[in-house]
């Protein structure tokens, strides 16, 4: 009787607070006790009258939200299979709650977008399947795998160059292995190129999924020198009682050798490794390097790729027992990697970690170390120049240290030559935007037969033009920003919104002389290059040429294989190539560089140089670097020329320390918008007013920006400092109600409010 009694007790209600990918917190919604999810499924669930939404189940509880009707919890997705582990969950909260946001937010950016179907019937949420991409593999034939027969048989390829460098660019992706294959994605030749050498008989196609299931035991890793040796050792001892290390090791130092070593070690504990990179675009060379070394095990993972191949990378992951190695920038922080036990963070310093539109505003770096000790991993930070954040930390103690201070090899540390463009302009030794001292440089890699990478930081032909007559320039309507002109296109752009408009005939102001392009970019050096050297093969690598990854790799293999002898470039030039012929680099315009309206102007201007610098002379022919400069005394100048990081950092620090800047205080910049420019003005005052009654004067404010208006909208900005000593949760928190308060009146709720902490 009293077991028939239990058994006919209700069962108690279930709740579930759901995550949606709204800019929201979670919502609550009814569960069946008999099939509760488990926390990290995706679940299907309805929101209003007639919207269906994908969402997170994130708690399970018995306390029922007051309102009178709750919807119950739909159709549990993906076979019931958690797309979060409780570690992963406990990174999204950290993330929210840090960064200010929603974790509905932190959904948006960490899943796939076909993992977070919507619509207004369960038709949209049909069980699909992701089946594993299939590839294209290359091998050589079997009779060419003997090194003599595949001499005789290049040789017989002489007629046809492009076959005979098609063979030679899959021997070198081979290396040592000639019985080996190669991803078709690897190599730069076309697929009609390929199939001719099957026809042949050199080369074997293969289509087939990635055996990503194997799990080779052995890899082909590179031979470390002394000083690697003794840094890799270093690293391991120091991970033995500190969750995080800086490598710090000058450009061509051979950081990534030591990155393969320790990833070669976790992979085979059956870990997993994430080695997260600024932009995968610009880091070809390493994706290359890593997949000959550990193959299959290899998975990228960039926004770039189709929605369909980072859900499948994301479902796999989800099911894999461990031993992957991920390359990805910093959205592959949100990988399920169950198995964490190492974390690669390259180029630490690197700007492109912080992301800046659309929320969660977050810093990859900082994430990763969080990350790192959430799951129980390590963390390596590498870098030539650190951030000042990183480098305090690790003289601190609070992060291990590890230095390596000779470049690979027999390479030596470029000569920096500095040139002072104002003499050079009264002693008539400058022709165009050209001082002689680098025009004879060029002229003297040309006739050896070596390669120059020319740095301008600013793209396009002309940042502005002009009238000389009225001063009227060009601007955009919905910015305040001046228009850049692009000769190629013959248009002036808006690089903030893309507005364009035609170049005028003459100036709409006085229609007395025509509007000259000021200044100048890669585009209009590309075009003086082949001016002034008309034997030179220039091309330009910046956002304007490089269209796809396509056009990138063409430009980045074909500059490998010396098709070209000038290289003209933006920052994207500075990140983590490797040319052995490039023995000259020449920075056209520091100034542009250091004075910029920003505090941290001065450190990254340091990082720039040296980054850029260090693509020269990393072979055994020693490098040059030429800058050309105004302020040729500049502290930072003479810093960069002699590879004095430590004083840069030293002195930087100690002016942070004196004006209250990171890292010894923490940031959150509040940006405020609005098309009404006057209730913009209300809005910020009524904001700083309130915020100085809760932090004094840790509050500036409000200003306007450098550019206070984009795309129609005006802009205010408020900025709060917070001492590192104090408690900052409690001041996000103040912050919150702050906010609330402020923008919960009628008056302001239809002004935009961007939460920005730790600002870059």
């Known amino acids: 009787m009293r077991c028939g009694f239990l058994r006919r007790l209700p069962m108690p209600e279930r709740y579930a607070d759901i995550v949606l990918p709204l800019a929201r917190e979670p919502f609550t919604f009814a569960v069946g006790a008999e099939a509760c999810p488990a926390l990290g499924t995706a679940v299907a669930v309805p929101l209003g009258r007639t919207k269906i939404l994908t969402g997170i189940v994130w708690r399970i ?344 201070d000779e470049r690979y090899g027999d390479a030596r540390p470029p000569e920096i030559r500095i040139s002072d463009t104002l003499r050079a302009v009264k002693r008539g030794e400058r022709h165009s935007h050209f001082n002689n001292l680098l025009l004879d440089a060029i002229a003297q890699r040309l006739e050896r037969g070596e390669q120059t990478i020319l740095y301008q930081n600013r793209r396009g032909f002309a940042p502005y033009v002009a009238c000389r007559t009225c001063g009227w320039t060009a601007r955009c309507p919905d910015c305040n920003v001046t228009l850049t002109y692009h000769k190629q296109t013959r248009r002036l752009e808006c690089h903030y919104c893309g507005h364009t408009a035609p170049v005028p005939t003459y100036c709409p102001d006085c229609r007395v002389t025509e509007a000259e392009p000021m200044g100048f970019g890669t585009e209009k050096i590309e075009l003086e290059v082949a001016r002034l050297f008309p034997q030179a093969r220039a091309v330009r690598l910046d956002r304007d040429s490089v269209t796809s990854e396509r056009a990138f790799q063409a430009i980045v293999r074909g500059f490998a294989r010396r098709e070209w002898d000038v290289l003209v470039g933006t920052q994207m030039v500075t990140k983590g190539f490797d040319f052995e012929g490039v023995t000259l680099v020449g920075i056209l315009n520091a100034d542009n560089m250091l004075n910029n309206p920003d505090f941290r102007a001065s450190e990254r201007a340091f990082q720039q140089m040296m980054q850029v610098a260090g693509r020269a002379g990393r072979r055994e022919r020693p490098g040059e670097v030429v800058i050309q400069t105004a302020e040729p005394d500049h502290p930072v100048i003479r810093q960069v020329a002699a590879g004095d990081y430590e004083g840069m950092a030293l002195q930087q620090l100690a002016e942070r320390e004196a004006f209250f800047y990171p890292p010894y205080a923490r940031l959150v910049a509040l940006t405020l918008r609005h098309r009404d420019a006057p209730l913009l003005g209300r809005a910020a005052v009524e904001l700083a007013s309130r915020l100085r009654g809760r932090f004094g004067r840790r509050v500036n404010g409000p200003v306007r920006p450098a550019v206070d208006k984009i795309r129609g909208e005006y802009l205010l900005g408020v900025q709060l400092r917070i001492e590192c000593g104090a408690s900052f949760a409690r001041a996000r928190k103040v912050l919150r109600e702050v906010l609330a308060a402020t923008f919960g009146q009628a008056e302001y709720k239809s002004v935009t409010v961007v939460v920005n902490v730790d600002p870059q």
């Open 61 to 404: 509880h018995g306390q029922r939200p007051d309102v009178k009707t709750l919807k119950p919890v739909g159709e549990v997705l993906y076979g019931g299979m958690p797309l979060l582990t409780e570690r992963q969950m406990a990174l999204w909260e950290w993330i929210a709650e840090y960064y200010m946001c929603t974790l509905g937010e932190v959904m948006r950016a960490a899943l796939p977008a076909l993992m977070k179907p919507s619509g207004r019937d369960t038709a949209s949420f049909g069980e699909e399947v992701f089946r594993p991409r299939r590839e294209l593999f290359l091998s050589l034939a079997s009779a060419l795998r003997d090194p003599a027969r595949l001499a005789e048989a290049s040789a017989l390829l002489h007629r046809a160059p492009r076959q005979r460098a098609a063979l030679e660019e899959l021997v070198s992706a081979l290396g040592s292995d000639l019985a080996g294959e190669v991803p078709r994605r690897m190599l730069g030749a076309d697929r009609p190129m390929l199939a001719a050498l099957e026809r042949r008989g050199y080369v074997t196609l293969t289509e087939r999924v990635p055996d990503r299931d194997g799990r080779r035991e052995t890899f082909r890793l590179p031979v470390l020198t002394a000083s690697q040796e003794a840094a890799l050792a270093s690293v391991g001892r120091q991970f033995a009682d500190r969750e995080t290390v800086l490598l710090y090791g000058v450009t061509g130092s051979g950081k990534t050798e030591i990155y393969m070593h320790l990833i070669a070690r976790t992979l085979l504990r059956g870990e997993d490794v994430l080695l997260l990179v600024p932009e995968i675009v610009l880091t070809s060379q390493l994706v290359e390097r890593m997949e000959r070394t550990f193959g299959d095990r290899v998975t990228v993972y960039h926004s770039r790729l189709t929605d369909r191949r980072r859900t499948e990378t994301y479902l796999r992951l989800c099911r894999s027992e461990g031993g992957e190695l991920v390359l990805g920038a910093r959205s592959s922080l949100f990988l399920p990697l169950k198995k964490l036990g190492l974390v690669v963070v390259d180029e630490e310093h690197d700007p492109s970690y912080k992301q800046a539109e659309p929320a969660p505003r977050y810093h990859a770096r900082d994430c990763a170390v969080v990350a790192a000790r959430l799951l129980g991993a390590r963390t390596l930070l590498g870098s030539a120049t650190p951030s000042l954040e990183s480098w305090l930390n690790a003289r601190a103690g609070k992060y291990g240290l590890v230095r390596l």
